[in-house]
């Protein structure tokens, strides 16, 4: 069955300092598609980015970045010159889109940025 | 755009009681999703719909139920409320699933069972 592992339940960095989320997955398929969520102390849940299993090129979004990794079974998250406003809780995610529909979360990163 | 709307915003229930979520979207979106947040936890998939007239159930659907008869609306029914079921519950919708993007979220339901 699929499942989404985030080990780091929360992580606190000074502002400007560069941080990485982990995100590690398991699929039984060859055809998936993982995400990264935003959700700000407000509540609402902002999509940072989707991946499909055959683009395996990192992206690089302003001070965003994403490494995928199917070798290890990783779509690590890169946050460079962190701000105040990137302090959230991040969710990765994964869909088995070939076999079913559903969108299983991982129990998301809660991230501090210190002033 | 109103997106994805869900009501009421809160509700406090007493054990026992029933009461339905409503969700509604106005994007013409094939894919319905109801999730729930527990305290400093993550998003658990309770049911999803592809389409009108099609729900399957996700991670944890004991004590809830929906229906989906139309494309705009995707309700989700508690029969007898239970305090492990106090939670925020999240509805989301997605033009074509995962398959082609993101999920659109409502702003949350927060239920408290008492």
């Known amino acids: 069955a699929q499942k989404v592992t985030q080990a780091q339940t929360e992580i606190s960095v000074v502002e400007k300092e560069d941080v990485t989320l982990d995100c590690v997955y398991e699929t039984r398929d060859t055809t998936y598609y993982l995400f990264w969520y935003k959700q700000p102390p407000s509540g609402e849940l902002v999509f940072l980015i989707r991946?499909?299993?055959?683009?395996?090129q990192n992206e690089i979004s302003g001070r965003y970045s994403w490494n995928f990794q199917k070798s290890t079974s990783s779509f690590n998250f890169t946050i460079t010159a962190s701000q105040v406003v990137d302090s959230a809780v991040y969710f990765c995610a994964l869909s088995e889109g070939h076999r079913d529909d559903k969108i299983i979360f991982g129990k998301g990163t809660r991230l501090h940025i210190l002033p | 755009n109103a997106g994805v709307t869900q009501t009421p915003k809160f509700r406090i229930l007493k054990i026992g009681q029933s009461m339905t979520l409503q969700c509604a979207q106005d994007?013409?979106?094939?894919?319905m999703y109801w999730y729930r947040q527990d305290p400093g936890m993550g998003l658990k998939l309770i049911y999803y719909?592809?389409?009108?007239?099609?729900?399957d159930k996700g991670e944890v659907p004991n004590g809830y139920n929906v229906s989906r008869s139309t494309t705009e609306d995707f309700p989700l029914r508690l029969e007898l409320a239970a305090p492990s079921q106090t939670s925020v519950y999240f509805c989301?919708?997605?033009?074509?699933?995962?398959?082609?993007?993101?999920?659109?979220f409502g702003e949350g339901s927060r239920l408290t069972v008492l």
């Open positions: 989301a919708s997605s033009g074509q699933g995962p398959n082609t993007g993101e999920l659109f």
């Open positions: 994007m013409n979106h094939n894919y």
């Open positions: 991946r499909n299993s055959f683009d395996e």
């Open positions: 719909s592809v389409g009108a007239g099609i729900t």
